[in-house]
Nanobody, 124 residues
């Protein structure tokens, strides 16, 4: 098992930036891939970005490509989601998740540990 705690959410104006953090404890951090997902009210959960356990490969969804970037610091057991040029449609609860299997990075059912999420609100 791995425990995940997100932080860094908040209220920001359109065009602004936020950096989310996902800090893990429990399972060896270097053995897990980590993904970020988001869910807006009334909408299904959506994949945002993911990074492999070594940090050597990252994958972003088309809706955030060029604006968001994911990185990790294995020495701090933390994965970051840098979000730039935020828009109102980015408003959602952002959750990080961890998986140890080699399943696809953008499939939520592949992840077996989830954080509680952090709210991101972008005002127009």
């Amino acid at each position: 098992q791995v425990q995940l705690v997100e932080s860094g959410g908040g209220l920001v104006q359109a065009g602004g930036s936020l950096r989310l953090s996902c800090t893990a404890s429990g399972r060896t951090f270097r053995s897990i891939d980590v993904g970020w997902f988001r869910q807006a009210p009334g909408k299904e959960r959506e994949f945002v970005a993911a990074i492999t356990r070594s940090g050597g490969y990252t994958f972003n969804s088309g809706s955030v490509r060029g604006r968001f970037s994911i990185s990790r610091d294995n020495a701090k057991n933390t994965v970051y989601l840098q979000m730039n040029r935020l828009a109102p449609e980015d408003t959602a609860v952002y959750c990080c998740a961890a998986k140890s299997t080699p399943a696809k990075l953008d499939v939520s059912s592949a992840y077996d540990n989830w954080g509680r999420g952090t709210q991101v609100t972008v005002s127009s």
